[in-house]
């Protein structure tokens, strides 16, 4: 098994940054990529971003492009998310997620993935 922590979020203005962090422990061998997805009320999970754990490869949906960094410390098993220029239709619950196996893996499917953190809230006021 493995365990996820998110950290960092919080309330911004427009505009501002934050930076968000997921930590994995227990069973982190098995991780081979790890994603954020973000949930807004009355709407589904939406994949944000994706990191390979080995490679290094990321991947974005279009509407964080430019603004949005994901990396990862592989020593400390964690996770980052930077978050720039952030707006209003950024605010959601921000989850982490882990997936095992690249070969089933398709970074934008929540399904994908094995592991799943509490979710953390980003508020992004206008």
């Known amino acids: 098994q493995v365990q996820l922590v998110e950290s960092g979020g919080g309330l911004v203005q427009a505009e501002g940054s934050l930076r968000l962090s997921c930590t994995a422990s227990g069973r982190t061998f098995s991780m081979n990529a790890m994603g954020w997805f973000r949930q807004a009320p009355g709407k589904e999970r939406e994949f944000v971003t994706a990191?390979?754990?080995?490679?290094?490869?990321?991947y974005y949906t279009d509407s964080v492009k430019g603004r949005f960094t994901i990396s990862r410390d592989n020593d400390k098993n964690t996770v980052h998310l930077q978050m720039n220029s952030l707006k209003p239709e950024d605010t959601a619950v921000y989850y982490c997620a882990a997936a095992r196996s690249l070969l089933r893996w398709r970074y934008g499917t929540p399904n994908t993935y094995d592991y799943w953190g509490q979710g953390t809230q980003v508020t992004v006021s206008s």
């Open positions: 990191i390979t754990w080995s490679g290094g490869s990321t």
